[in-house]
T-cell receptor, first 113, second 113 residues
Framework: AQRVTQPEKLLSVFKGAPVELKCNYSYSGSPELFWYVQYSRQRLQLLLRHISRESIKGFTADLNKGETSFHLKKPFAQEEDSAMYYCALSGGPYGGATNKLIFGTGTLLAVQP | EAGVAQSPRYKIIEKRQSVAFWCNPISGHATLYWYQQILGQGPKLLIQFQNNGVVDDSQLPKDRFSAERLKGVDSTLKIQPAKLEDSAVYLC???????????FGPGTRLTVT
């Protein structure tokens, strides 16, 4: 079964501390992995995707196929990083016909001053 | 570019009543998605359109939910009759065929009493 697991509902850190939001997935094939973010009173938006291998707002995520994980990391948290973060997977155009996203339950990141 | 538009933003109805939501995707986006997000969960895909056609409606409760996308642009999602468990945020998203980034609307928060 296709599934995304985010074990932490809430992660609270102090400003300047490292952040790691955990994401594990279950998928038979080669999925594409994404992190979406929702800031307070804003719409859900893409933060980064694994195929881009880029850093956005200081965040990075590495796909570990052996551990089926796609953890989101940032070395120094900022207060403006406080938001709801969702990990999601897609079968993509070759692994799945529809490109639909399967989301985890989300982790609320609270960065304390 | 203008983002995905949805209306209404909030709706309160009694159980067994009917309700309809409207979505206008980003201009030129061929693919349109409707997601249901119940409190404390991640978004779950209800239906995906590619232009006028349905690509995936495997998780749409077809006995009470219906959706259409006339002329391959705007879309409406209807619930008739509503149940208490339909209380959720209904998100509309759109994307071009590639590279799969989905752009989300602000959502419609439905409360069924």
């Amino acid at each position: 079964a296709q599934r995304v697991t985010q074990p932490e509902k809430l992660l609270s850190v102090f400003k300047g501390a490292p952040v790691e939001l955990k994401c594990n997935y279950s998928y038979s094939g080669s999925p594409e992995l994404f992190w979406y973010v929702q800031y307070s009173r804003q719409r859900l938006q893409l933060l980064l995707r694994h195929i881009s291998r880029e850093s956005i707002k200081g965040f990075t995520a590495d796909l570990n196929k052996g551990e089926t994980s796609f953890h989101l990391k940032k070395p120094f948290a900022q207060e403006e990083d406080s938001a709801m973060y969702y990990c999601a997977l897609s079968g993509g155009p070759y692994g799945g016909a529809t490109n639909k996203l399967i989301f985890g339950t989300g982790t609320l990141l609270a960065v304390q001053p | 570019e203008a983002g995905v538009a949805q209306s209404p933003r909030y709706k309160i109805i009694e159980k067994r009543q009917s309700v309809a939501f409207w979505c206008n995707p980003i201009s030129g986006h061929a693919t349109l998605y409707w997601y249901q997000q119940i409190l404390g969960q991640g978004p779950k895909l209800l239906i995906q359109f590619q232009n006028n056609g349905v690509v995936d409606d495997s998780q749409l409760p077809k006995d009470r939910f219906s959706a259409e996308r006339l002329k391959g642009v705007d879309s409406t999602l209807k619930i008739q009759p509503a149940k208490l468990e339909d209380s959720a945020v209904y998100l509309c998203a759109s994307s071009q065929d590639l590279p799969y980034e989905q752009y989300f609307g602000p959502g419609t928060r439905l409360t069924v009493t």
